[in-house]
């Protein structure tokens, strides 16, 4: 909603008064954050959508996306490229625009490219969680994770990376085999994750951080991404 919590709407009784504290709302929310509640509903959507024949896997899209912190806490860092104090995540969508895994997050001064083998495993858990194979799965990246390390990591869980290379500057292409990489796949990028973030700045939220505590923030993420994955069973 983009609101303070101090500002919820809660109904009130005969005499006009509340008829609870949003402290109490507030205090919920913060039990099933620690409880894991939010991961288990965010896991069991993208079981309904395994289930319901709604999952394409065959391409799977990773990218980061950065957002600011006005109000400060804690997970923040400055991002010299968007020039401004915040944090970003990694996630990753299959070809219909659902969300598959859990994000993994970093302050807004981390590279992208290490953050992204620390949530190839996220994956790869959950897609073992609810049986979904990714065997011969291509993952799709831009430039930034362009590296060896990245590539190892998908060629070890059976899945093919498809990298934009990252020229670093270079006034000459690099020597030896080009590495796989199919321009069509990786253009589907702009018609999947980005507007899997698209959606995700609709929600006003998450447009910027306002929670100082990462971990309830990352827990409104979670459930945009579940209400995301659980707009086809929505629509009239």
């Known amino acids: 909603m983009g609101c303070q919590w101090k500002e919820l709407p809660i109904e009130k009784d005969r005499d006009g008064h509340p008829e609870i504290h949003y402290t109490r709302v507030y205090s919920a929310f913060r039990r099933w954050q620690a ?14 959508l395994l289930q319901a024949d709604l999952l394409d ?11 600011a912190a ?19 995540i990694v996630a990753f969508c299959d070809r219909n625009c659902n969300v598959i895994a859990p994000f ?10 290490p953050m992204f083998r620390e ?20 993952v799709s990246l831009d430039g930034v994770y362009d590296c060896r390390k990245n590539r190892k990591a998908i060629f070890n869980r059976g899945m093919v990376p498809n990298i934009n290379a990252n020229p670093r500057g270079r006034k000459a292409p690099k020597r030896g085999r080009k590495p796989l990489f199919d321009p069509a796949i990786f ?5 999947t994750i980005e507007r899997v973030f698209g959606w995700e700045d609709k929600f006003r939220r998450l447009l910027l951080r306002f929670e100082r505590i990462s971990q309830l923030h990352y827990a409104f993420k979670i459930l945009a991404y579940t209400m995301i994955n659980l707009r086809h069973f929505c629509q009239g």
């Open 70 to 88: 006005k109000k400060g806490g804690d997970n923040i860092g400055f991002s010299g490229h968007k020039k401004m104090k915040g944090d970003k």
């Open 104 to 113: 993994v997050a970093g302050a807004g001064n981390r590279n992208e490219s």
């Open 187 to 191: 253009k589907e990028r702009f018609n």
């Open 119 to 138: 949530a190839l495993p996220q994956v790869t858990r959950l897609a073992h969680a609810i049986g979904l194979d990714l065997q011969g799965t291509v």
């Open 57 to 67: 896997t065959t391409v799977i899209h990773g990218d980061g996306t950065t957002t």
């Open 35 to 48: 409880d894991g509640c939010f991961d288990a509903i965010f896991t069991g959507s993208v079981s309904t």
